[in-house]
């Protein structure tokens, strides 16, 4: 059975810094309201798979992920600096759209309910 726990301490390590940094040190216009949800760890910790959330139309989200991409070799170089580790990952940002998905999942929902209490009424009638 594989221990865990170094991979979930440095994805969470991980997620927190580049939030961090995403927010207090870029300065890229086309860089949105993005969110980074989670970080996914390869075995041996050498590459890592960014998720990010961004609120906005499809168009928004390609320009946040187009100056994610041109911002890794910077925000790597950060990580190397903030973190303890003897190889940095090699970082690839990847568009989480579960938030998204959810959403849409809770407005069908809504609207089922809505139109099962309207049928409901008219059957009782």
Given at each position: ?125
């Amino acid at each position: 059975m594989r221990n865990n726990r170094r991979e979930d301490q440095l994805s969470g390590v991980i997620t927190r810094e580049l939030s961090d940094l995403m927010h207090t040190r870029m300065k890229d216009p086309r860089i949105g309201f993005a969110s980074i949800t989670g970080v996914e760890l390869s075995h041996d910790l050498r590459y890592a798979k960014v998720f990010v959330s961004v609120l906005g139309t499809s168009q928004e989200q390609k320009e946040t992920m187009r100056g994610l991409g041109s911002a890794t070799g910077f925000l790597r170089h950060e990580l190397a600096q903030r973190l303890t580790i003897r190889h940095v990952p090699e970082i690839a940002f990847h568009l989480d759209e579960s938030i998204a998905r959810g959403a849409r999942v809770m407005d069908l929902l809504k609207q089922v309910r809505s139109e099962s209490s309207v049928t409901g009424k008219e059957e009782s009638d």
